[in-house]
Nanobody
């Protein structure tokens, strides 16, 4: 069992930056593959970025490549999402998600993740 708590959301103007954090508790973050997802109003939830515990391999949605960076600090048991050059279409609730390594589905689809945070709102507007 693992518990995920996101923070760092807020309102920002287009072109601005935010850094989301997800604190992992209840188990060692290195036992999990982590990801960030988002859901905009009226739309399905989508993968934003995902990574493996070593951080050596990551995957990004085409819409955020070159602007967002996923990382994790295993000593702090925290997952991050650095978001730069934000656009209005990035407005959504952002969720942190985890799946145990034993599932052997790292970087897999949304359905592979079985632990979710409560979400943090990101609003990009002028």
């Amino acid at each position: 069992q693992v518990h995920l708590v996101e923070s760092g959301g807020g309102s920002v103007q287009p072109g601005g930056s935010l850094r989301l954090s997800c604190v992992v508790s209840g188990n060692d973050i290195e036992n999990y593959c982590m990801g960030w997802f988002r859901q905009a109003p009226g739309k399905a939830r989508e993968m934003v970025a995902a990574t493996i515990p070593s951080g050596s391999t990551s995957r990004y949605a085409d819409s955020v490549k070159g602007r967002f960076t996923i990382s994790q600090d295993n000593a702090e048991s925290t997952l991050y999402l650095q978001m730069n050059s934000l656009k209005p279409e990035d407005t959504a609730i952002y969720y942190c998600a985890a799946m145990h390594l034993a599932l052997n589905r790292c970087l897999g689809p949304e359905s592979a993740y079985n632990y979710w945070g409560q979400g943090t709102q990101v609003t990009v507007s002028s």
